[in-house]
């Protein structure tokens, strides 16, 4: 049965990937235009224009691979949990006319954002070999930071998607409180740049924990301490157990309702 | 219950109808309902044993696409309970799982994956479903390019080569050419007689007949009927008829007008209005004229309801007449046997001149009599016939 949902998932992910850039005359090559303009927009805004610079004690003073750490699971996480929002209703013709796990549905959206940021990871560590700041000691840290990420965006991706098929204005929703998540994440500026009235706060934000998971990984540092992950290992459990829980106890009626 | 392939108990489906998105958001806060109970299905129980067909018939909204999609396990009930044994396939929109922008061979993976199928079965069904969807190059093109013809045949191919234990068709045969159809209508019916259970729900009572022995008839969510499907499906028939009927207006009579020389009075089915196989037929005709020396043929047609000429029978040809030296004429026709099997017919009865052409009265009798059939076959008439083996001729 697992096995069976497994191979599923990945025809599903299969499905979302080349579906989204078959038809289109660059293709697969959005996935890489789609970060670098991002990175180009916010390094002009906050680097050139604005001054924003790494600061002392961040491993890279350069703004732009500075950014780009940040971007690359902000990028994934959004994409997911926006993705995920509309999985469920996207598919009516799917989810009221063929039985099948729908939960797969959300999976596939989040695993198929993830695949995106592996291909921009790859990208962004041949830029480091070539500006000569690889380091893969780090690299390890990865293995913990992205199956929080994973989790995370899954529990909130099976809470969105559940609650949009009965209501519609989540996906609203969702990219305004996306938005202002994204603004108060240390990604455009360093945390300490932040009044330290406010870093607190800040720490208590499970992606500030995530993205420096992921500046220490790609920049040759090392595991920040256990403490400071613990907002984010909450918000990862908490946010699966809530979101798997209202997905299961709505999907019956999914059929019904969309 | 082992040899039941299906059983239904007691089910029941209700769903909350909400003037507003808002009503159900202050249901699921306040705890107070805001809703209006619409009854889909209520008190459903039927069992079907392991290598039956059940059609499942009924007017739209009557709960049929519901029942349906319960069985299949998109939608819970609301109540009773569903058991259903061995693996189970439905198709209820062909091609719905279907990525427009990806080829139909790329569908086919994730499709047949979605009906069950693993990694390997996927790879070995493959060039079968792509076979029997006559796709040809236009496999490798993307989906949407196709016709709605060309989706249907790739999603029935894939819905076929699953092979489940149980298939569930909702009305999934009504879309595609001739051929085709009768190309998935040979695949059911090999399906169903190698012991695979079927539930089909269609407005074409043909499919149901051709796959299905017994027949379960919804009406505004309960069953109405269940039963024989030579029985269920010419009792839904008659319903359906004389629902029609009634929203009509009186059977329309062409009648002669009184100063014509010569009008038809009365045209009576001495058989009645139900004709057994294999039974005579009779009917009576009378009418009148001013002047006895005047003759007269006649001509009685039949016809189906879609004006398809069947038959006719015409005095001048079959030996009877001309009639003459009266003012007033009774004649019968006798058909010892019509070869019919179903449907219902109306009779045209024209009073021709003696030259056979021309026409001094016309009565048309709208459904004048309805076919019934024991065995329910195919086809218009039943023509005798037998089978000899061997080469040789007699």
């Known amino acids: 049965m697992l096995h069976h949902s497994l191979f599923l998932l990945g025809e599903f992910t299969r499905r979302d990937f080349k579906g989204r850039y078959a038809g289109s005359v660059m293709g697969f090559l959005w996935c890489f235009v789609q970060p670098l303009w991002s990175l180009a927009l916010f390094t002009f805004l906050f680097s050139t224009v604005m001054k924003v610079s790494p600061g002392i004690g961040e491993r890279t003073s350069n703004f732009a691979i500075f950014l780009f750490c940040g971007l690359l699971p902000w990028m994934a996480v959004q994409e ?96 305004m409180l996306l938005q ?46 256990l403490a400071s992950l613990i907002p984010l290992v909450m918000a990862t459990l908490l946010s699966l157990v809530i979101g798997t829980w209202v997905f299961h106890r709505l999907k019956p009626v999914f059929a019904d309702e969309i | 219950m082992s040899d039941h392939a299906v059983a239904v ?76 044994s061995g693996s189970v396939a439905s198709i209820l929109e062909l091609g719905s799982a279907f990525h427009g922008e990806l080829t139909g061979r790329q569908n086919i993976a994730l499709n047949a994956a979605m009906f069950g199928l693993g990694r390997d079965q996927v790879v070995e069904r493959t060039p079968g479903i792509i076979e029997f969807s006559e796709l040809g190059h236009f496999i490798d093109q993307p989906v949407k390019t196709y016709s709605t013809g060309m989706v249907m045949r790739l999603g029935f191919a894939i819905a076929v080569q699953v092979e489940p234990e149980v298939l569930i068709i909702d009305e999934a045969l009504s879309v595609g050419d001739g051929y085709f159809q009768k190309k998935c ?82 045209v009576c089915l001495l058989t009645g209005s139900t004709y057994r196989h294999r039974g005579p037929l009779e009917l009576e005709i009378r009418w009148s004229c001013d002047d006895p020396k005047m003759a007269f043929h ?66 048309i009798l709208e459904d004048a009599f309805t076919v019934e059939y024991d065995e329910y076959p195919f086809g218009i008439v039943a023509i005798p016939h037998h089978w000899r083996e061997g080469g040789e001729k007699s």
């Open chain 1, 80 to 175: 997911g949990i926006i993705r995920a929002t509309t999985a469920i209703t996207e598919n009516a013709g799917l989810v009221k006319k063929v039985s099948f796990p729908s939960g797969l549905l959300v999976w596939a959206v989040v695993l198929a954002a993830l695949l995106h940021e592996a291909i921009a990871l790859g990208l962004f560590l041949v830029v480091l070999g070539v500006t000569g700041e690889l380091s893969l000691s780090g690299l390890w840290i990865l293995l913990v930071a992205v199956p929080l990420q994973v989790g995370l965006t899954v529990g909130l991706g099976f809470l969105a998607a559940a609650v949009n098929v009965f209501f519609r204005d989540t996906a609203q929703i969702n990219s």
């Open chain 1, 180 to 225: 202002g998540w994204f603004y108060l994440t240390p990604i455009v500026y360093p945390l300490s740049l932040v009044p330290d009235r406010f870093a607190r706060f800040l720490a208590l934000n499970p992606l500030t924990a995530l993205v420096t998971l992921y500046r220490e990984a790609l920049l040759g540092g090392e595991m920040p301490p």
């Open chain 2, 9 to 84: 108990h007691n089910l029941t489906k209700t769903y909350r109808v909400y003037a507003r998105p808002l009503d159900r958001l202050l249901e699921g806060i306040l705890r107070r309902p805001r809703h209006t109970p619409f009854h889909a299905l209520q008190g459903i129980n039927f069992e079907l044993p392991r290598g039956e067909g059940l059609g499942i018939i009924g007017e739209n909204g009557a709960g049929k696409s519901t029942l349906l999609k319960i069985l299949a396990g998109i939608t819970a009930p609301t109540s009773g309970e569903v058991w259903l």
């Open chain 2, 185 to 266: 209508m040979v695949h059911l019916k090999r399906y169903v007689d190698a012991g695979g259970t079927l539930l089909i729900c269609s407005h074409a009572m043909y499919y149901i007949s051709a796959f299905c022995q017994r027949a379960l008839w919804l009406r505004e969510g309960r069953v109405e009927s269940l039963g024989p499907t030579q029985q269920v499906v010419p009792r839904y028939e008659a319903f359906l008829d004389a629902k029609s009927d009634h929203g009509e207006e009186a059977p329309q009579i062409v009648e002669a007008a009184p100063s014509a020389p010569a009008r038809i009075d009365e």
């Open chain 2, 298 to 363: 006649l001509c009685v047609g039949l016809n189906r309801p879609d004006e398809l000429e069947v038959a006719s029978f015409l005095s001048s040809r079959s030996g009877g007449g001309p009639w003459t030296g009266a003012t007033h004429h009774t004649v019968r026709l006798e058909i010892p046997e019509l070869p019919l099997v179903k449907n219902t017919f109306k009779l045209y009865v024209f009073l021709l001149a003696e030259d056979a052409l021309h026409i001094h009265d016309t009565r």
